[in-house]
């Protein structure tokens, strides 16, 4: 995943765009990266890697570097951006949020449109910013190959541009699976991915763009230069994982939105005579922790805190890549409440459950302590199908997903043609993949939250919402 932010504005705005892109540090762990234009000194750029140490610890001395009454930045999971591009178009800064799929086919095919060549990457790949803008490249002014590069590109692409001028253009991508909004100020106006970056900042809302729409931005004004199109397929995981707790999008809190889920998960834990003798309702911290928040005030079971998150050293805005180690540090940031857990019936909300693997190691560590039931709910549907439209999940494949991988145990490929079964509970199917994900986890019961759910949780027109990770639908 990951996260842009930028200003346009009548003053130097490099500390604000600093602070900006550093409260986008929830959504990558990569690489973080500014770009800046001052009329004397142009465009400036740098580029960190934040995989062992925050994105404000790397950029402390930005300000000694650069400085702008323009400037963009962003977080990523990805490849090393922004980029300083010179084109046909003019030098420009470019950063993107999204995934491209088809980037070798699109390679091949336009391979001649960036000179003969892309910079190679380690093992060879291409950074996807560059390709980007690359087929920007193609037509003779921005909204134009914009538009083009967006059509081309096989997932997601929202883009944000510096040009050499000291104007932003922005654009949503096509069908708005992410958000893109802009904010105003008295000294100027900024774009940012989250909405509660620029309120911090002094910036109040100003709008949300459409999905594919572009606008201009100066510190005078906004300009819309392609008008927002009519069909749109925002992500439901923004608001029930990946999603800041004091975002908006759409009009609807991510905070608030998790409370509800909750809620609609107690609910109908009630109405089937699933809740029995529960000692404390808990979240598997962070994102879990609010839905159990809702399900605790519906069900009235108390909310508590039976393990605590060690994250001073640890924080979740950086981890290993490798799994392992991943694990490690999952383990060890666990500390535990034995008074909340020695013999106690825990139930416990996951914003989801993807693989399974930290999760066992979860409940082994809350048995070993003392427990004497867990219960697990996940507060959305069963993940089925990875993710080809964003890359929020570290899954590159259908069958690291626990579900698919418990399918294939019980049925073979045969299964996957009843996937719309196992995700409902109330079929002999949907029971099976409980039971035997609970044998495997050692969890006393588990659920899932319903489609219906987790759609009406959000609250917004489900033609609008993407559930393509659990229904398959596009």
């Known amino acids: 995943m990951g996260g842009f932010f930028g200003i346009a504005s009548k003053e130097d705005c490099l500390a604000d765009v600093f602070f900006g892109v550093d409260y986008h540090s929830h959504l990558g762990t990569r690489r973080g990266g500014m770009a800046s234009y001052d009329k004397d000194l142009g465009l400036q750029r740098v580029i960190h890697n934040i995989e062992n140490s925050p994105f404000r610890t790397k950029f402390e001395h930005v300000f000694e570097e650069m400085r702008g009454t323009s400037a963009i930045g962003c977080i990523s999971d990805t490849d090393p951006q922004p980029l300083l591009i010179r084109s046909n178009l003019g030098t420009y800064a470019i950063c993107i949020i999204g995934i491209i799929n088809n980037a070798p086919e699109l390679i091949d095919r336009y391979l001649s449109f960036s000179g003969g060549h892309f910079d190679a990457m380690t093992g060879g790949a291409v950074n996807s910013t560059e390709l980007?803008?690359?087929?920007?490249?193609q037509k003779s002014n921005f909204v134009d190959g914009i538009k083009f590069a967006q059509k081309e590109i096989k997932g997601t692409a929202s883009i944000l541009i510096l040009r050499d001028n000291g104007t932003i253009i922005t654009a949503r991508d096509r069908l708005g699976r992410l958000p893109v909004i802009i904010g105003k100020s008295g000294s100027g106006f900024c774009v940012s991915f989250e909405s509660f970056a620029y309120k911090k900042l002094g910036f109040e809302d100003e709008k949300e763009l459409g999905p594919g729409e572009i606008v201009e931005i100066t510190a005078d004004g906004i300009k819309q230069l392609a008008k927002p199109g009519k069909e749109m397929r925002i992500c439901s995981f923004l608001w029930s994982y990946y999603g800041y707790?004091?975002?908006n999008y759409e009009g609807v809190n991510v905070e608030c939105m998790r409370y509800r889920n909750g809620?609609?998960?107690?609910?109908?834990?009630?109405?089937?005579?699933?809740i029995s003798d529960i000692d404390y309702v808990g979240g598997v911290p962070d994102s879990g922790t609010p839905h159990a928040i809702g399900y605790a005030s519906k069900s009235g079971i108390p909310f508590s805190r039976p393990f605590i998150k060690y994250t001073p050293t640890w924080p979740r805005s950086f981890m290993p890549?490798?799994?392992?180690?991943?694990?490690?540090?999952?383990?060890?940031?666990?500390i535990p409440v034995h008074e909340l857990i020695q013999d106690k019936k825990l139930l416990f909300v996951d914003d989801s459950i993807v693989r399974g693997t930290q999760l066992k190691e979860t409940v082994d560590f809350l048995y070993d302590n003392g427990a004497k039931e867990v219960h697990m709910r996940s507060a959305c549907p069963p993940i089925m199908y990875a993710c080809k439209y964003l890359n929020f999940s570290r899954s590159t494949s259908?069958?690291?997903l626990i579900a698919r991988r418990v399918i294939m145990e019980l049925e073979g490929e045969e299964g996957f043609e009843h996937i719309e079964e196992y995700s409902d509970a109330s079929t002999e199917r949907g029971k099976q993949l409980r039971k035997t994900i609970c044998e495997k986890f050692n969890f006393a019961s588990l659920e899932f939250q319903s489609l219906d759910g987790i759609i009406k949780a959000i609250g917004i027109d489900p033609c609008k919402l993407c559930t393509y990770c659990w229904s398959g639908k596009e």
């Open 321 to 334: 890549a490798n799994q392992l180690d991943r694990n490690k540090v999952a383990k060890m940031k666990q």
């Open 398 to 400: 259908d069958m690291e």
């Open 245 to 247: 707790p004091t975002s």
């Open 132 to 137: 980007a803008a690359a087929l920007i490249n």
């Open 263 to 274: 809620a609609i998960m107690a609910e109908n834990d009630a109405n089937q005579g699933k």
